[in-house]
């Protein structure tokens, strides 16, 4: 029987007052077990990013709990939940965001600063070593392929080795071939035990997980295994 890692019950998510007031997400129930890789798909504005962003401990439900290991996140203190990103969360964005005056290890080390850590450089480079990046650590961003850029970002990602990877849209600004690879990187991840919740909105990106989210209106209309 699978472990549970993450529920959401009865999540809601407003923006505005009155006649302004927006719903973004609407009385959501999702659980997440250890290990599965998720696709979460639905037309713009449909709530995907709300959705992401509550799971990243970012963004407060209006109504309802997040629990993660039968942990009730949003009624942490403020610098509980930065511990709880800090120990529990890995990020993959868009457009990647690498500091482009560090040099590649130095941008996988950044989640590692404020930890206890006491070699932080070899944790570093055996993240990067696991993502076929061995002799690139000095690079600059600017002197490294697209898809050795993605690499690195998924490197600084799960550089914590955290329970859940999130992975907002990281194909959306690649070309074909780099996303193929980066995809190919989330599948064997996820092959080593990661559990992965990742927005996108391109078909083929779902053909490897285990599960597919489709979200409308703020709402979770299909939830579905392959």
Do not use: C, W
């Not at 055996?126 to 993605?150: C, H, I, N, V, Y």
């Amino acid at each position: 029987m699978a472990e549970k890692l993450l529920e959401l019950k009865n999540v809601s998510k407003n923006y505005g007052t009155g006649e302004n007031q927006v719903t973004a997400l609407d009385t959501v129930d999702l659980t997440i077990d250890a290990g599965e890789y998720i696709a979460v798909m639905g037309p713009s504005g449909s709530g995907k990013s709300t959705l992401l962003s509550i799971l990243g401990a970012m963004n407060p439900p209006s109504t309802g709990k997040m629990l993660v290991d039968d942990i009730d996140v949003y009624g942490l203190s403020s610098e509980r939940q930065a511990d709880f990103r800090r120990e529990y969360l890995g990020f993959v964005f868009q457009q990647l965001q690498l500091i482009p005056y560090l040099s590649a290890i130095e941008n996988v080390m950044l989640p590692l600063v404020v930890t206890d850590i006491a070699d932080k450089r070899q944790r570093a480079e055996s993240a990067m070593e696991r993502l076929g990046l061995t002799g690139k650590f000095d690079r600059l961003p600017s002197q490294l392929s697209g898809g050795e850029q993605g690499r690195v970002a998924i490197a600084r990602a799960v550089v914590n080795e955290p329970p859940l990877l999130l992975a907002d849209e990281p194909t959306g600004s690649l070309d074909s071939r780099t996303t193929r690879e980066i995809l190919s990187l989330f599948s064997e991840l996820h092959s080593d035990g990661q559990t992965i919740v990742m927005v996108t909105h391109h078909p083929d990106t779902i053909t490897a997980t285990d599960r597919l989210i489709n979200i409308e209106d703020g709402r979770v209309v299909v939830a579905v295994g392959k």
